[in-house]
């Protein structure tokens, strides 16, 4: 069972970038696609972007002008950036794996809450 | 970006099933076999419960089920617990369009 932590800063002040780590506890960083779901306090969740370890990555469009995903995958970590932050950022962000041959995600972290505030 | 739109809410007794239902575009279902469900408990991460349209990891309970009818992706519980009282969603993968993963607005299920 593959086990995804997230950590970073938990506060950011607006206009600043927002950068999170993901350490997985496998080698499924080379086989698998990663993603980054974010979710707002008490709303639903919004899918940010996704990488391959080949580097191949995909972005909402909503966020692609300030958002940049990368991977290390001699370290098993996935990394997110998030640049010119505001108050609408403000989020619990997730890092996810993709399941083998579907798309969905089948394991996620626990989670960790960013508050961009001044 | 356009979610997908589910109930805000559905309850039903312990024992009762219940029917979530997921709406979208035909392009959100375009790979109509690329729809998964989320059970989410308050404070937890996410946790799946299906995945494509209708297939279950093997730790999750029968009593989960899937379906879609054209635009609409379901998600039926059976023989409801008080443990299944949380927040649902759906989500689907959409090939071309981006976001490629929309989720849905999520239900909040209540065990009476």
């Known amino acids: 069972q593959v086990h995804l932590q997230e950590s970073g800063p938990g506060l950011v002040k607006p206009s600043e970038t927002l950068s999170l780590n993901c350490a997985v506890s496998?080698?499924?960083?080379?086989?698998?696609?990663f993603s980054w779901v974010r979710q707002p306090p008490g709303k639903g969740l919004e899918w940010i972007g996704e990488?391959?370890?080949?580097?191949?990555?995909h972005y909402n469009a909503s966020l692609r002008s300030r958002v940049s995903i990368s991977m290390d995958t001699s370290e098993n970590q996935v990394f997110l950036r998030l640049n010119s932050v505001n108050a609408a950022d403000t989020a619990v962000f997730y890092c996810?794996?993709?399941?083998?041959?579907?798309?969905?995600?089948?394991?996620w972290g626990q989670g960790t809450l960013v508050i961009v505030s001044s | 970006q356009s979610a997908l739109t589910q109930p805000a809410s559905v309850s039903g007794s312990s024992g009762q099933s219940i029917t979530i239902s997921c709406t979208g575009t035909s392009s959100d279902f375009r790979d109509y076999r690329s729809v998964s469900w989320f059970q989410q408990h308050p404070g937890k991460s996410p946790k799946l419960l299906i995945f494509d349209v209708s297939r279950r990891p093997s730790a999750i309970s029968y009593r989960f089920s899937g379906s879609i009818s054209g635009n609409t992706a379901s998600l039926t519980i059976s023989g409801l617990q008080p443990g299944d009282e949380a927040d649902y969603y759906c989500?689907?993968?959409?090939?071309?369009?981006?976001?490629?993963?929309?989720f849905g607005t999520g239900t909040k299920v209540t065990v009476l």
């Open positions: 496998d080698d499924s960083i080379t086989t698998n696609w």
């Open positions: 989500c689907s993968y959409r090939i071309i369009t981006t976001p490629l993963y929309v």
């Open positions: 996810a794996r993709h399941r083998t041959g579907s798309n969905t995600f089948d394991s």
């Open positions: 990488i391959f370890h080949d580097g191949t990555t």
